[in-house]
Every structure is written in C-alpha cells, then in structure tokens.
C-alpha cells in the first residue's frame, strides 16, 4: 500500500528532544504529539475496527487520558525512539490488515455514534489517509517555526529569495488592510493595486504565463509520504 513512513518522521530529523516535544501553537500542537496521534489511530482505524488489535500496549488508551488528549503529546518518559517505533509498528500492522481484507470488509469504529458506528475497509482508509495529510501538513508548519526548515522545495532558492516573496505577501496583507479600513471611515478607494504577486514568484510556486498576466496559480510540487 505504501512505503515506510519516512515523510512525517522526517520532520523530526536533527532536533533535539525538547524541540521535538514542545507545543508551537497555542492549543499545544508538537511534533512528537503529531506521530503519536497518527499511531494510535493507524492502529484503530485500520486494525481495531475490523477484529485486528494492536499488538501492543498504549498507556493512554488503558487508562481513558486518551480522552483528554493525552495521544497529542510526549510525556517525559516517552522517548522519540519509543513513539517513532510505535508509529513504524502500527504501520505495518496496518499495512498487513489491508492486505489481508477487501475494500467492502465491513468494520466499526467503536467511538462513533451507533447510527453510523458501521463502515467498511474503503472508507477507513480515505478517512485514514485524510488524517495523515492533515497532520503532515501540520508538521511541515511546526517544523518551520522551529529552526526555519520548510518543505522539499525551500532549498531550490537562496533565503533573499524567499525573504523577497514573504516580504510581497505581507505588502499585499498590508495594502488590503489599508484599503479596508479607508472605507470602513467612507473614504475613496485605494487606488492602483500592489504589484502582482506571482511576478517575484520562483517558478515552482507560480505559472509563467500567470506571473506575465499578473495572476497566481499555485503549483503544488508532489510530496511523497
């Protein structure tokens, strides 16, 4: 179905522990929070819910801090080896219960409301992969604003560059903000416009033709997992 799960784990590469555990934004978010999350719902959705357990153990779960959210943080016992393995394992067991079943193979996940506890293997897995995108995405930002390191395409172009392109962006909030508030006081409009954006952008981020007409398109580059 998939390779291993390098991509998220990735973000977790030459940190230290305290980095990889602390919350970045104010409802708590952390790396090392993001994987175990992940874990334990890789082991319920594509495991538990279809008579397949984890083969394991998870403190969290045994003892209902789960429900306050204690799968969205390391305690200090927790090691980055721990839940890294963990999110490994529940991988593969993961892995080896899609093999083994159908996309019809009815399931149900226990939590969910009973008129609509019932589901099948197909939907866990869109649900699933929902999921892991979210919170790589997640990771991508945490990631960013600890030491600056940003997704596969930041090192196609030099910092002034990319000091360049977020300077525009905030110039163009800037100018919006300025016009809003204008005619908020029933003044004339702003006149003229910012320069276009996309005319600065690197040329992955923004289709020539669009950067010639002054509009912007974004081209997402393909990230693997």
Known sequence: MRGPPTGLLSKLDDLSEYDRRRPLTPTGTNLLGLVKHLAGLEYLYLGECFGYPAPERMSWIDDGSIWQGADMWATPDESTGYITGLYRRACSHADDVVAALDLDAPGSVPHWPADRRDTTLGVLLIRMVAETAQHAGHAD?????????????QDGFDAATWQDYTAQIQAAADAFSWSWRRSLRHEA??????????SVLPPCLGNRGDEARGTFRPTVPPHGS
């Open 141 to 153: 930002i945490v990631r960013e604003l600890i030491d600056g390191k940003g997704g596969p395409d």
């Open 189 to 198: 409009p702003l006149r003229g416009t910012p320069r276009p954006v996309a």
